[in-house]
């Protein structure tokens, strides 16, 4: 294969890369930025797609945000494939403050009253409690993420939709000047000396 690595990463630098990048966060999320601006469909299509995906990330089905954006995204007509690189809004760095954030909207949405929660010990026991507890006893703690995600997805997805539209619509529109001011360059009207 033309563009395979020379020496193939072992099973421990995979998981790495998966968790942290091998350059830097920035460098990542410009990488993800340039791979939503130059997808081609409409900026409304891109924009609702990758709502989509900021949205699903607010829930707490971890395992499942790649499968409920691209449900979103089919319902909403957005771009499948903006759809899945809007999931990256959720990521090792903010899951504990998305779910600490929908516990909280959703006990206060259940109960009249947001509890006290910090961060990390809601990632904690969601974490920890996925894989040692029955599903019985991990209800208390995802009925109000479930609940509270929704606001919170509305939210978020709104936020990007209108970020992502904004930045699609400059994008594609100074490319076509750029391939217009090119083209004219290129094949002038008859009567134009070439330059």
Same mark, same amino acid.
């Given at each position: ?44 299509? /891109?924009?609702? @797609?990758? !709502?989509?995906? &900021? ?9 499942? =945000?790649? $499968? ?40 206060? /949405?259940?109960? @009249?009253? !947001?509890?006290? &929660? ?9 974490? =920890?409690? $996925? ?48 391939? &217009? ?15």
């Amino acid at each position: 294969m033309l563009f395979r690595r020379r020496n193939k990463p072992t099973r421990v630098e995979r998981m790495r890369v998966a968790v942290w990048p091998r350059h830097s966060w920035s460098r990542s999320t410009r990488y993800f930025g340039k791979r939503v601006l130059r997808l081609t469909a409409t900026p409304h299509a /891109i924009a609702i @797609g990758f !709502a989509a995906g &900021a949205s699903a990330s607010c829930t707490p089905l971890v395992g499942f =945000h790649f $499968l409920t954006a691209l449900a979103l995204a089919y319902i909403v007509r957005g771009n499948l494939i903006a759809s899945a690189l809007g999931t990256s809004v959720g990521n090792p760095l903010t899951f504990p403050f998305i779910w600490a954030l929908t516990f909280k909207i959703g006990q206060w /949405i259940l109960h @009249g009253r !947001a509890p006290d &929660a910090d961060p990390h010990q809601v990632h904690q026991q969601f974490q =920890h409690g $996925l894989f040692e507890k029955s599903f019985e006893s991990l209800w208390p703690m995802i009925k109000p993420m479930l609940i509270g995600g929704i606001p919170l997805g509305l939210v978020v997805g709104l936020v990007s939709y209108l970020v992502v539209y904004k930045s699609v619509d400059i994008y594609q529109r100074r490319r076509r000047q750029t391939l &217009a001011a090119k083209g004219e360059r290129l094949f002038p009207a008859p009567g134009q000396p070439l330059e």
